[in-house]
């Protein structure tokens, strides 16, 4: 069995005046990769970040006027840490990550072909959001929304 634990939910929220989300971004990652960025501020080699894509409704619920929940899986982007550059031939693998997404109904085959074109544009503004001293190929992720990885 592999473990896995929450490192972080984005809600999309509703537009057009509307309340709540309509979308959630979940991601996932191994425990160990929590400890070892708690201890050394890195993402370790091999840490897997798995973002899971879900459709949401939002209804008045005994909880509140509009309280979102989450319905049916649309897809995963995962993302694989490589500190050594090992896959230099791949287009799916550089800049020490390996880049895939994964529609819902086929969680085997990606339908990503070349990370350069599918993903790099899209994670650029994390290099900005992301604090001077982190790692160079650390600064691809959107770590300001995972604050378990915060030293307590
Ligand atoms: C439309 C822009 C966009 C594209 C295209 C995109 N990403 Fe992202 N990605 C984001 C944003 C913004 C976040 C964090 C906020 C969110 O999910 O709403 C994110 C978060 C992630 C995360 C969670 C870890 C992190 O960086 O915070 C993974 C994993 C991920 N993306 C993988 C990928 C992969 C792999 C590709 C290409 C196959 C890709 N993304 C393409 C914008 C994008």
Redesign the pocket.
Same mark, same amino acid.
């Not at 691809?140 to 770590?143: D, G, P, Q």
């Given at each position: 069995m592999f473990l896995v634990i929450t490192l972080g939910t984005?809600a !999309?929220g509703n537009t057009e005046g509307k309340p709540g989300s309509h979308e959630y !971004?979940v #991601?996932y990652t191994q425990p160990e990769t929590i400890d070892y960025y708690q201890k050394h501020g890195r993402y370790p080699d091999g840490a897997v970040? #798995?973002?899971e894509l879900l459709h949401a409704e939002t209804m008045q619920m005994t909880t509140g006027p509009a309280v979102s929940h989450a319905t049916k899986i649309k897809g995963w982007?995962?993302?694989v840490r490589d500190t050594q550059g090992r896959f230099k031939n791949s287009k799916l693998w550089g800049d020490g990550w390996g880049? @895939?997404?994964f529609n819902a109904p086929d969680s085997k085959n990606t339908v @990503?072909t070349d990370?350069q074109e599918?993903?790099l %544009?899209?994670?650029l503004? %994390?290099r900005d959001l992301a604090e001077d001293d982190v790692h160079e190929e650390d600064k691809?992720?959107?770590?300001i929304?995972?604050p378990v990885l915060n030293k307590n």
């Open positions: 984005w !999309h !971004h #991601v970040l #798995v973002k982007f995962v993302l880049w @895939s997404l @990503s990370y599918n993903c %544009a899209c994670h503004p %994390a691809w992720i959107y770590t929304g995972y």
